[in-house]
């Protein structure tokens, strides 16, 4: 019987993409700030994802293709967020108090749309 060796659409939907082997590449390239991109920018730019995000979580989401795009949107925000995270302690030793602040500032509200997020996106794909 081959048909229960495909995954539902429900387990499908719990698959969380991209696979890890993209992630780390993603994030290897990410690491040293592409040229042209400060951490400043970098921290600008999560911080108007994650204002996107949150505009987008805080009302039911018109379709299925909207819940999906806010997902990779919400991977791309954890991945950035991650990079500055890790990248904290030399932006103290740097002195650059403000992009410390600024990234705890992101993680902090990163952590609230994730609790938003699971609810808003199973009504929206259900």
Known sequence: NYAKASPTPQQQQQQQPPPATRQQQQQQQQQSVSPGRSPEEALTELRQKLSNLKNTVSKPAQSAAVAQAAQQLLND????????????????????????????????????INKAFDPWFNAATR
């Open 77 to 112: 925000c954890r991945n950035q967020s991650a990079i500055l995270e890790s990248q904290a302690d030399t932006f103290a030793d740097q002195e650059k108090f403000d992009l410390v602040q600024g990234v705890f500032e992101t993680t902090e509200e990163l952590q609230k």
